[in-house]
């Protein structure tokens, strides 16, 4: 009998690849899907093309109803939990969505676990933001968090209420630290993707410039198709925890515009502005993180360095915005 999974935002980044990965183990792979308005919105689905294969469940994270209504049309063994408002910019013109979404939803779906099947294995989504002000030069499972966005913040109590689930009702549920991680599905909102899109336009001569804001920011990035092997080895354990997911190197927003430029034969500072609107309210300046525990328990290694996947990102666009 194949396992059945349930992933929240299938039809996001990490959803994708994750879909993908559970369908090659055999799984049968269910996605909670909220608005069916647009086809557009299964394009890294179909880019992977696994549209067709996942079983598509009506139904949003905010409604209690729908979650428990999801667990049992899917009978899921696994629930992975992977839908939010993910966009650190955007949580602060929708905080109180931002905490619905991320926070908040994330109890709906305990309670629907602990009340349908307690014994059905749980993922959640956690993140790097929630280290924000660090605490620590590299930020491992023990270091204080700090959040430092209504993301973040919204984060920490979907992370904090994982663990306490964990250890009032002896749920299987885990969560994942990740840091960064990006992909050619990465959407054009967060900063990898934004500069290799527009790097892609300047060099095709359909763009001139590129504005960014704080570009001193140093992030921990990792390619998505790699970090989803990570979520799946947690539910495999025989007993759950939390792992911080990363790849151990720190570069600036500067040093990646660079690659991406540079890989296309262009230089960033013929083309590169910095705009003020898009700072923010509140930075985290810099995330590093140590996957040692990852790697020890796990047996999980990124397999992808920040150059190869900028430059994966990169030729992935250039393919793209030639066909537009
Ligand atoms: P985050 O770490 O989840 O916030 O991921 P992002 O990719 O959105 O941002 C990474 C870093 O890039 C942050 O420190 C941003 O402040 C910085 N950054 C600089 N310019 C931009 C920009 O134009 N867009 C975005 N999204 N981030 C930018």
Known sequence: ???????????????????????????????????????????????????????IIDGDLTDQGALIRALQTSQADEVYNLGAQSFVGASWNQPVLTAEVSGVAVTKLL??????????????????EMFGLIQAERQSESTPFYPRSPYGVAKLYGHWITVNYRESFNLHASSGILFNHESPLRGIEFVTRKVTDAVARIKQGKQKELRLGNIDAKRDWGFAGDYVEAMWLMLQQDTPDDYVVATGVTTTVR??????????????????????????PAEVDVLLGDPTKAKTQLGWTPKTDLETLITMMVDADMRRVSKE
């Open 255 to 280: 040093d990646m515009v660079n690659i991406a430029f540079a890989h296309v034969g262009l230089k960033a500072e013929d083309h590169l502005i910095i705009d003020p609107a898009f700072f923010r």
């Open 1 to 55: 009998m194949s396992k059945h999974a349930l992933i929240t935002g299938v039809t996001g980044q990490d959803g994708a690849y994750l879909a993908k990965l559970l369908l090659e183990k055999g799984y049968e792979v269910y996605g909670l899907v909220a608005r069916r308005s647009s086809d557009h919105m299964y394009w890294r689905l179909d880019e992977l093309g696994v549209t067709g294969d996942v079983r």
């Open 111 to 128: 309670e629907a676990i602990r009340l349908f099947n307690p014994k059905t294995r749980f993922y959640q989504a956690s993140t790097s």
